[in-house]
């Protein structure tokens, strides 16, 4: 290739020469530099994962909630007499059998009541049948015309007087053996005893403040707890039908089965919740009243629901979404809609199909459409508590709860 020059005064070459030959030298050397970086820079290795796999199965339809456990009757125990504790025929938290004898008051003021009022019976019975007879006699007396009737008439009146002092006295006798009755404290229903507020050798009166013990009925219990009222039409079509409730007390895993027997006839408009009322058998007396306890209020079943393990789900801007690994090892995420939770799993209305594997741990690792390596694959139902991070447990309702 032949190229002109011209030479003036010195040997020097023309500058768009010059211009050409400098932009072929810097795009060569930018192409062997990008391809340098690019050789050097290394590849990320695969993130490791553990996945699960999406089900459909049929899952109940619940709301959950703390409940507080209630005795099924109680009673304080109190006086009806005044009088002296004599005995106390039980102990401190003693099983109760209704009508079993749990005071005795000292009888002998009673007694002596009692006696008395016999002692007046006695006497106006005997004053009456007198004057049953000279009534008798002062009636025919004045059939004959022997007195007059003013006089007869005076002592039928007399009769009458004494039948009607019988009868008041016989009323005193009864009050009196009811007095005495008193005395004897009895249990009226099956229950628990409390702790004795009065010991033997108190004083006591008629009614009088303390109780002398409280009686809790807890065979069977109440549990007591509240829904919120966008709930409430809810629970009222399925309550016809005989609502089953769980209760889980603190610290056990295994929940006591009771059933929906109240729904109260308002909402409380500060809290915008009803309250609902469960009965329990409680035979093993494992609920005790004034505890709290975790409440499940099954209230029907959803049929084939899509459900995930609910460690798979993240949030992000857009929404929930879940890492889908592909069959070529890749992950990448996808958004989905939920429909509320059931033990470890989350009900899905849209974005997986049933047989779709997603991560459950390690998703921080993961980069979208990344290479994963999957560490192990669990059972929907085992995923709770495993993994790579184990700290995030989650429970909940379907459907939302309280």
Partial sequence: MLVETQFTGRNTLKVPF??????????????????????????????????STVEQRDVPIQITAIGNVEAYQTVQIRSQVNGQIESIHFKEGDDIRKGQLLYTLDKRPFQA??????????????????????????????????ISREQAD???????????????????????KVQLQYTDIYSPLDARAGALMINVGN??????????????????????????????SEVRQFAAHGLKVLAYPKGQSSAAEGTLTFIDNGVDPQTGTVKLKA???NKDKRLWPGEFVNVVLNLSTMNNAVTVPTKAI????QGDYVFVVAQDGTADPRQVATAGTYRNLTLVK?????????VVDGQLRVAPKGKVTVQSSLPPDQVVGSGLNSSDTATGTVGGGQ
């Fill in 18 to 51: 010059i211009a050409i030959l400098l932009t072929i030298s810097l795009a060569a050397l930018s192409g062997c530099s990008k391809q340098d970086a690019q050789a050097a820079a290394p590849q990320r290795p695969p993130a490791p994962v553990v996945v």
């Fill in 113 to 146: 009541a009692l006696e008395q009022a016999m002692g007046n019976l006695k006497r106006d019975e005997a004053q009456a049948a007198n004057a049953k007879v000279q009534a008798a006699r002062y009636t025919d007396l004045e059939k004959q015309g022997v």
């Fill in 154 to 176: 005076l002592q039928r009146t007399a009769e009458g007087a004494n039948s009607a002092a019988v009868y008041a006295d016989q009323a005193a006798v009864q009050a009196a």
């Fill in 203 to 232: 004083l006591v009166k008629a009614n009088d403040t303390p109780y002398l013990v409280q009686l809790n009925q807890i065979t069977p219990i109440y549990v007591t707890f509240t829904v919120p009222e966008a709930r409430l």
């Fill in 279 to 281: 009965t329990f058998h």
């Fill in 314 to 317: 993240q949030s992000g801007q």
């Fill in 350 to 358: 849209s974005g997986l199909k049933p047989g779709e594997t997603v």
